[in-house]
């Protein structure tokens, strides 16, 4: 017997096993007091705004099991209303006073007063569009360059003179390799200009067409240019990724601005005993710092940081042991960067209780969705999953009943010499047909093809599965083989394969213990499935369901999403 433990999922992700169909009827319209719900749960709402966020969710995030949901929203509705039943039910048994809950609440609340204080300061930044259109710009140029390295710089300001006075710049650099004292670029080819080396772009970007670049130095050599032509093709999707660019920078710079001025309102470090501290000594224990209570940054209205705090919080941060850390001397130059990261918390929640963030609408639908989806995980695992179990037995019938799905392919390993002509590759059979040797063969049979020279043909070198993917002829010329045999190939068009079969593997059913886990996970999901329908049965007989929102009246909001 085994249990199969698989990833609680939160409620916007566990719509797929809320599937319960139930009676309920479309009540009369709804009363001023009631106009913003969809339904009611026991008395709990179903907000218009909730309905609208999870059908939102689930287009972004469309999955074919989802299909049914999203094209029906009065199934969506039906499947939250049995979401809600669960988190009531969870309640009820006093889930959400487990401490796992509790901790995982209290670390999001916070993360999520950050988040919204964050977007808060950055919501009317707007993308620079001068910056947008200056890399734009430079994104969708390309330049048409003709170029030389040069290994001695005498030789390249030789050229660079001859250059000026009127010499054609193919003919000398085509002399220079000629001679050995340069190489060649590519040419002919277009290269937009950020993907230039930077020393190249910098002198590019003053450059018109048709003129020589002076001497640049890259690397051990040194090069000049010829900008033979530039072009812009205009691109809507490189401008919307290059205007995302520069937004995301500006706001970045905002927020370490941002950072800064709470830091200075809030904090005082004390620089004298931070700087005093030393974690690289091996004359000190680190022990002896967990257990240190001298403040090292004082937070107005808050929470001290000690160096204990600070200690902590490196050894989380030195996850493969303090000792390793030590060794390689990193600890000090780490500590500031983690007290910054300590205290800029403290003093951002600080900031966001200030500014009421948490009484934001935003705040408490986060925070009221993502205590629903823990409250689902947990019913599913300290509930349903215990009372699952999948038996071997059920595993092995399941097998022998599906021996299509859990089967292993017929595998042929072959290594394959090509031929232009046919016949020079039944010439080379015979050979092999008399005892002799395939590298033999491969070094000296003529008429070979080189494969570099046949891309658009496959090459069959390797391990192949049979399988229908596989050419027609192919699978014929390489049925019934054994290992050690030698098959002739012609490609429709192509050259003549001649194959050489080195091992084969025959189809059949899967080991037991390949598929097991595979089969396990599925029948433990049914059979969870099955136990939630059947959860979910019980309790909507005894529960009060009241929807105030029609099937239409649904569809109109679903279509509102995306309009």
């Given at each position: 017997m085994k249990r199969y433990l698989l990833p609680v999922i939160v409620v916007s992700g566990a719509l797929v096993f809320l599937g319960v169909g139930g009676?309920?009827?479309?009540s009369k319209p709804p009363s001023a007091n009631t106009r913003n719900m969809v339904a009611e749960v026991n008395g709990e709402a179903i907000t218009r705004g909730a309905f609208e966020r999870q059908m939102a969710l689930l287009h972004m995030n469309a999955g074919e099991k989802e299909t049914k949901v999203r094209k029906d929203p009065a199934e969506l509705l039906n499947r939250m209303i049995?979401?809600?039943?669960?988190?009531?039910?969870?309640?009820?048994?006093?889930?959400?006073q487990v401490s796992k809950v509790k901790v995982a609440m209290d670390t999001f609340r916070q993360r999520a007063r950050r988040q919204l204080l964050y977007s808060y300061h950055v919501r009317n930044i707007k993308a620079d569009q001068k910056a947008v259109e200056r890399l734009y710009k430079a994104s969708i140029k390309e330049m048409r360059i003709s170029s030389v390295l040069v290994d001695k710089e005498e030789d390249a300001r030789q050229l660079e003179n001859d250059l000026k006075i009127g010499g054609d710049f193919g003919i000398l650099t085509g002399k220079l390799v000629a001679e050995g004292k340069g190489k060649g670029g590519q040419e002919g080819v277009y290269i937009k200009e950020k993907d230039l080396l930077p020393e190249v772009a910098k002198v590019m970007s003053t450059?018109?067409?048709?003129?020589?670049?002076?001497?640049?130095?890259?690397?051990?050599?040194?090069?000049?240019?010829?900008?033979?032509?530039?072009?812009?093709e205009e691109s809507p999707a490189v401008r919307r990724q290059v205007e995302g660019g520069v937004l995301k920078k500006q706001k970045t710079v905002a927020l370490e601005g941002y950072a800064e001025a709470v830091k200075k309102k809030y904090v005082e470090i004390d620089a004298k005993l931070l700087d005093r501290l030393d974690y690289d000594s091996p004359g000190i224990g680190f022990e002896a710092f967990l257990r240190d209570k001298r403040v090292v940054a004082r937070v107005k209205g808050g929470k001290p940081v000690t160096v204990k705090d600070l200690t902590e919080a490196l050894e989380k941060k030195f996850f493969h042991g303090v000792e390793k850390g030590?060794?390689?001397?990193?600890?000090?130059?780490?500590?500031?960067?983690?007290?910054?990261?300590?205290?800029?918390?403290?003093?951002?929640?600080?900031?966001?209780?200030?500014?009421?963030?948490?009484?934001?609408?935003?705040?408490?639908?986060?925070?009221?969705e993502t205590r629903e989806g823990l409250l689902f995980g947990v019913f599913i695992a300290k509930v349903i999953d215990p009372g699952i179990h999948v038996e071997d037995e059920e595993i092995r019938k399941y097998q022998e009943a599906h021996p299509k799905e859990y089967s292993s392919p017929g595998t042929?390993?072959?290594?394959?010499?090509?031929?232009?002509?046919?016949?020079?590759?039944?010439?080379?059979?015979?050979?092999?047909?008399?005892?002799?040797?395939?590298?033999?063969?491969?070094?000296?049979?003529?008429?070979?093809?080189?494969?570099?020279?046949?891309?658009?043909?496959?090459?069959?070198?390797?391990?192949?599965?049979?399988?229908?993917?596989?050419?027609?002829?192919?699978?014929?010329?390489?049925?019934?083989?054994?290992?050690?045999?030698?098959?002739?190939?012609?490609?429709?068009?192509?050259?003549?394969?001649?194959?050489?079969?080195?091992?084969?593997?025959?189809?059949?059913?899967?080991?037991?213990?390949?598929?097991?886990?595979?089969?396990?996970?599925?029948?433990?999901?049914?059979?969870?499935q099955a136990a939630l329908d059947a959860y979910i049965?019980?309790?909507?007989?005894?529960?009060?369901?009241?929807?105030?929102?029609?099937?239409?009246?649904?569809?109109?909001?679903?279509?509102?999403?995306?309009n």
């Open positions: 009676r309920f009827a479309y049995n979401g809600r039943l669960i988190i009531q039910e969870a309640g009820n048994i006093g889930l959400d450059m018109k067409a048709g003129e020589v670049s002076p001497v640049v130095p890259i690397g051990k050599g040194f090069s000049l240019f010829r900008l033979e032509d530039i072009r812009s030590n060794q390689s001397k990193r600890i000090n130059l780490k500590k500031k960067e983690v007290l910054d990261e300590l205290v800029l918390k403290r003093a951002f929640d600080l900031e966001a209780k200030r500014l009421k963030i948490d009484r934001s609408k935003n705040y408490k639908d986060m925070v009221e042929v390993t072959i290594q394959s010499l090509l031929f232009k002509k046919q016949e020079d590759a039944v010439d080379a059979f015979d050979k092999l047909r008399n005892r002799s040797e395939f590298i033999w063969v491969r070094q000296n049979a003529p008429g070979q093809v080189d494969p570099e020279e046949v891309k658009d043909f496959p090459i069959y070198d390797g391990v192949n599965i049979l399988s229908d993917a596989m050419p027609e002829e192919f699978r014929k010329a390489v049925s019934g083989v054994r290992s050690g045999d030698f098959r002739l190939y012609s490609s429709p068009e192509g050259p003549t394969y001649l194959l050489y079969v080195t091992a084969v593997t025959f189809p059949g059913p899967k080991p037991f213990e390949s598929a097991r886990e595979e089969i396990g996970k599925k029948l433990f999901l049914e059979k969870r049965k019980k309790i909507r007989e005894s529960s009060l369901i009241k929807v105030h929102a029609s099937s239409s009246q649904l569809e109109e909001i679903a279509s509102g999403l995306h």
